[in-house]
T-cell receptor
Framework: TQLLEQSPQFLSIQEGENLTVYCNSS?????LQWYRQEPGEGPVLLVT???GGEVKKLKRLTFQFGDARKDSSLHITAAQPGDTGLYLCADSNYQLIWGAGTKLIIKP | DTGVSQDPRHKITKRGQNVTFRCDPISEHNRLYWYRQTLGQGPEFLTYFQNEAQLEKSRLLSDRFSAERPKGSFSTLEIQRTEQGDSAMYLCASSLSGRETQYFGPGTRLLVL
C-alpha cells in the first residue's frame, strides 16, 4: 500500500517570508498533484507533475518533482495571507491517494 | 457550468439515523468519486462510478454505506444506522475518463451525535 508523508504537518509564518513543504511517497508516483483546501471547502488542484525532475511555477509557487518520482516540494515565495490553507499532495491514479497535508497559516 | 455541487452542505444527525447526500457532477464528466475526510487528514477514497456503473469500492465502505448513480448523472451516498465514527466531511469529485484532473465539490460535513 502506497503511503504519502507530508512535512511539516503545520507551519505558521509571517507575511513576506518564504517556505517549503514536502511530499514523500513510499513508492513511485503515477503522477503527483498538489491541491490547496480552505476550511469548509473541497480541495482545488494547483498543479500536476508527471516527469522526474520537472519544475512548474504558478505565480509565487514553485513545484519540484524529484528525479526518482518519489518526492516533491512546494516552495512559496513572499507568502501572503491568501496562501493560508491545507496543502495536500496526491498520487493521481484513477483514485487519488492522499497525504495528510500541511496546514499553512500566513500571519499578516 | 457551475462546477460540482453537493447537498446538503452540513448535516447533524443522531446516532442510528439514516442520512443521504447528493452530488451533482460537472455535466459532461462521466466519472464520479466519493471521498471521506476527517479532521487533520487527507481525503480517503470510498468509491467511484463510470457513468452509472460502480467500478470500485474501498474496504472503508462498510455495509452501512451505499452509493448510486442511477442515470449516470447525479449520485447519492446513503449511510444507514449512522455511528459517531461516521462524522466527517464527505467529498464528491468528477472527471472525464482519460483525464487525470478531478474537480471537487464543497463537501457535506456530517456530525453524528
Amino acid at each position: 500500500t502506497q503511503l504519502l508523508e507530508q512535512s511539516p504537518q503545520f507551519l505558521s509564518i509571517q507575511e513576506g517570508e518564504n517556505l517549503t513543504v514536502y511530499c514523500n511517497s513510499s513508492s513511485v508516483f503515477s503522477s503527483l498533484q498538489w491541491y490547496r483546501q480552505e476550511p469548509g471547502e473541497g480541495p482545488v488542484l494547483l498543479v500536476t507533475v508527471v516527469t522526474g525532475g520537472e519544475v512548474k511555477k504558478l505565480k509565487r509557487l514553485t513545484f519540484q518533482f524529484g528525479d526518482a518520482r518519489k518526492d516533491s516540494s512546494l516552495h512559496i515565495t513572499a507568502a501572503q495571507p491568501g496562501d493560508t490553507g491545507l496543502y495536500l499532495c496526491a498520487d493521481s491514479n484513477y483514485q487519488l491517494i492522499w497525504g495528510a497535508g500541511t496546514k499553512l497559516i500566513i500571519k499578516p | 457550468d457551475t462546477g460540482v455541487s453537493q447537498d446538503p452542505r452540513h448535516k447533524i444527525t443522531k446516532r442510528g439515523q439514516n442520512v443521504t447526500f447528493r452530488c451533482d457532477p460537472i455535466s459532461e464528466h462521466n466519472r464520479l468519486y466519493w471521498y471521506r475526510q476527517t479532521l487533520g487528514q487527507g481525503p480517503e477514497f470510498l468509491t467511484y462510478f463510470q457513468n452509472e456503473a460502480q467500478l470500485e469500492k474501498s474496504r472503508l465502505l462498510s455495509d452501512r454505506f451505499s452509493a448510486e448513480r442511477p442515470k449516470g448523472s447525479f449520485s447519492t451516498l446513503e449511510i444507514q444506522r449512522t455511528e459517531q465514527g461516521d462524522s466527517a466531511m464527505y467529498l464528491c469529485a468528477s472527471s472525464l475518463s482519460g483525464r487525470e484532473t478531478q474537480y471537487f465539490g464543497p463537501g457535506t460535513r456530517l456530525l453524528v451525535l
